[in-house]
């Protein structure tokens, strides 16, 4: 398999994850942001191979959302998962901004997760989140709070690995307790899967 631009496979196994909260009263400080967090919680129950982070808070405007997206994507972020900021509301501007960021958009992650969230609660018809492909960075929108991120990456997590493949990042491997990551028989790399047996 060839993932990368120029034509060869990224050997690495270390993600640099960014996560992007979107919200006026967070970045002003009056709120504690519990979506950031709760996405880094939950990258610690799925992910197996080396992962770090780099997180940032932004005020709901479509121009410093759409900068901290590309910002994220050129300090190497392979995956930048945003919080906050997906509804109807007249300030809820993070789907603009990812269509705005993204040179091509995955509208299958939006549906996915809508229709898991519908499970849980109708108002989930009013989500706009959606995902697309960054300078080599899947962006996908998330909701803001912690169970609703996660009920939305549960939904569609298994095929964030081979995604990231295709768009030439490392090979990411996943605790296949919580998520069993999905790809092609010739995608596999046995020498490259972190092993999760915790026997």
């Known amino acids: 398999m060839t993932s990368a631009s120029d034509g060869t496979q990224n050997l690495s196994t270390h993600a640099l994850v960014g996560i992007l909260t979107v919200s006026d009263r967070a970045s002003r400080g009056d709120y504690e942001d519990r979506g950031g ?3 880094r919680e939950y990258l610690e129950r799925v992910m197996a191979s080396e992962w770090s982070t780099q ?5 709901d405007e479509q121009p410093q959302v759409e900068q901290a997206i590309r910002a994220l994507a050129a300090a190497g972020c392979c995956l930048i ?3 906050g900021g997906t509804g109807p509301a007249l300030r809820d501007v993070t789907p603009e901004a990812t269509a705005a960021a993204c040179s091509k958009m995955l509208p299958g992650f939006g549906e996915a997760m809508r229709t898991a969230s519908l499970k849980a609660v109708p108002t989930a018809i009013l989500s706009r989140q959606t995902a697309g492909i960054c ?3 899947l962006v996908i929108n998330l909701p803001g709070q912690p169970k609703a991120i996660a009920e939305c990456l549960d939904a569609v ?4 690995p081979y995604c990231i493949d295709l768009i030439g990042g490392p090979y990411i491997s996943t605790n296949a307790e919580h998520i069993v990551s999905f ?7 046995p020498d490259l899967e972190v092993s999760t047996n915790t026997g």
Do not use: M, Q
């Open 135 to 137: 300078d080599g960075a």
């Open 37 to 39: 967090p709760g996405i």
């Open 183 to 189: 790809r092609p028989a010739s995608a596999v790399r």
């Open 157 to 160: 997590f298994a095929a964030v």
């Open 81 to 83: 998962l945003t919080t």
């Open 55 to 59: 997180a940032e808070i932004v005020p």
